[in-house]
C-alpha cells in the first residue's frame, strides 16, 4: 500500500467525523434535521479528504526531501548556522519591540523572526566558502584553508566522472599535488561504475574492475582528499546530466575526459578539467627547424613517409622516412600541427 493511498484513507476518515460534527452542531431552521446536516456534510467531508489530503501532507514533505537532497552539505550547515543567528537577532530585539504601543508590539516580533530568520539563512548561504574557512581556521586547519574552499580540505571541489576513475590518469595527477581540494565521486558515480564491473562483457568487466582499483589508490594517497557524496539529483537518469546538474548547484568542476560531457558541461556554464586537454597541454613543445633523433617504426599513409612517436605519444611523420623502418634517425622539424586529437610534428631527415 502507497503512503498516497494511506494518506487519502486516513484524511478520508478524519474529515468524514470533522464533517459530521461539524453539520450536526451548525445553526438550523425549523425545517433542517441535523441529523441529514451532519450526514451530507459528512459525506463533503470524507470526499475532500479522499482528494486533498496528499497535497497537505506527503506531497510537501516528498518535494521538501527532494528539495534537501540536492543541497549539498555545505549548504546545508551554512543554512542551519544562518538560521540560529537570525533567531538570535530576532529574540534580542524581542524585548525592545514588545514595548512599542499596540498593535506594533504584538506583530513586530513575529515579523523580526521572520525577517531575520530570511536574512540570516540568505547571508550565510551567500558567503558559505568564507564561513566555513573561519570554521576551518578555528578547528586548526587555517594554513590549508582558502576563500574559495570546500568542506574538508580548505581547497575546491572536483566533482569526479566514470571515465575519468576508469582512465587511471588521475591518480597519478594527484600524486603529484596539482589537484588541490576534495574529490567528490558521487554515489549514482560508483554505482555506474559497480555496474561495469559487474558487466557480462570481459572488456567492460576489466575497465570497471580498473577503475576500483583507481578509486582504492585514491584514498591512499595523502596527497588528496576523496570523499563520497551520497548527494543526488531527482527526474534525471543519465548520470552525465546528474554530474552537470549537481556540479552548477555546488558550484564546482567536473574532472572528465569525456568529449561529449566537456562539450554539454561548457555549454551550461560547468568548468571541466579535462585530463586529455592536460596530456596536449604538458607535451614537448618543439619548433620548425629544431632536430631530434627519432625511431621510425612504420611506414605513413603517403608515398614514402615514415611515422615514430616521441616519448609524451605525439606522433612525427617523416617525409621519405620509409626508407629508415625500424632505426633511429636525426629529423628536422618542418611544421607542427595541432589537432583536436593532439599535436602532429612534420619532419624530413637530415642529409
Avoid: H
Avoid at 24 to 50: C, D, E, H, K, R
Avoid at 224 to 246: A, C, F, M, P, Q
Avoid at 344 to 350: K, L, N
Wanted: hydrophobic share 45%; charged share 15%.
Amino acid at each position: 500500500m502507497s503512503p498516497d493511498f494511506s494518506i487519502r484513507i486516513v484524511g478520508m476518515f478524519v474529515f468524514f467525523v470533522v464533517g459530521g460534527y461539524w453539520g450536526y452542531w451548525l445553526p438550523t431552521t425549523g425545517t433542517q434535521n441535523p441529523i441529514t446536516n451532519a450526514i451530507g456534510f459528512s459525506m463533503v467531508g470524507a470526499l475532500f479528504g479522499l482528494i486533498m489530503t496528499p497535497w497537505f501532507t506527503t506531497r510537501p514533505i516528498r518535494g521538501l526531501r527532494s528539495l534537501l537532497s540536492r543541497l549539498s552539505a555545505e549548504t546545508l550547515f551554512s543554512g542551519l548556522v544562518g538560521l540560529m543567528a537570525g533567531l538570535v537577532v530576532a529574540a534580542l530585539l524581542t524585548f525592545p519591540l514588545s514595548m512599542l504601543p499596540s498593535p506594533f508590539r504584538d506583530i513586530l516580533p513575529f515579523l523580526s523572526v521572520l525577517l531575520f530568520g530570511y536574512f540570516g539563512v540568505a547571508l550565510f548561504v551567500m558567503r558559505q566558502a568564507d564561513m566555513l574557512a573561519v570554521v576551518g581556521a578555528l578547528s586548526g586547519r587555517g594554513e590549508t584553508a582558502s576563500a574559495g574552499g570546500g568542506w574538508n580540505s580548505g581547497g575546491r571541489n572536483i566533482l569526479l566522472d566514470t571515465s575519468v576513475i576508469i582512465d587511471g590518469r588521475v591518480a597519478d595527477i594527484a600524486k603529484t599535488g596539482f589537484l588541490p581540494g576534495t574529490l567528490l565521486i558521487p554515489r549514482f558515480v560508483l554505482n555506474e561504475l559497480q555496474y561495469i564491473a559487474d558487466s557480462a562483457d570481459a572488456l567492460r568487466r576489466q575497465r570497471g574492475r580498473r577503475g576500483m582499483e583507481v578509486l582504492s589508490e585514491l584514498q591512499k594517497t595523502s596527497a588528496v582528499t576523496v570523499r563520497i557524496t551520497d548527494v543526488d539529483v531527482d527526474g534525471v537518469r543519465e548520470v552525465d546530466d546528474k554530474l552537470v546538474i549537481l556540479a552548477r548547484q555546488m558550484k564546482c568542476p567536473i574532472l572528465t575526459n569525456d568529449y561529449n560531457l566537456n562539450r554539454v558541461a561548457e555549454l551550461q556554464g560547468v568548468i571541466i578539467l579535462n585530463i586529455n586537454e592536460l596530456a596536449n597541454a604538458v607535451k614537448s613543445v618543439v619548433l620548425p627547424g629544431e632536430t631530434f633523433a627519432i625511431q621510425i617504426i612504420q611506414e605513413g599513409k603517403e608515398t614514402n613517409q615514415g611515422v615514430g612517436y616521441m616519448e609524451d605519444g605525439t606522433m612525427v611523420v617523416v617525409e621519405n622516412g620509409n626508407k629508415f623502418l625500424n632505426t633511429s634517425k636525426n629529423v628536422t622539424v618542418t611544421k607542427v600541427l595541432q589537432t583536436a586529437a593532439g599535436r602532429m610534428i612534420f619532419a624530413r631527415p637530415e642529409d
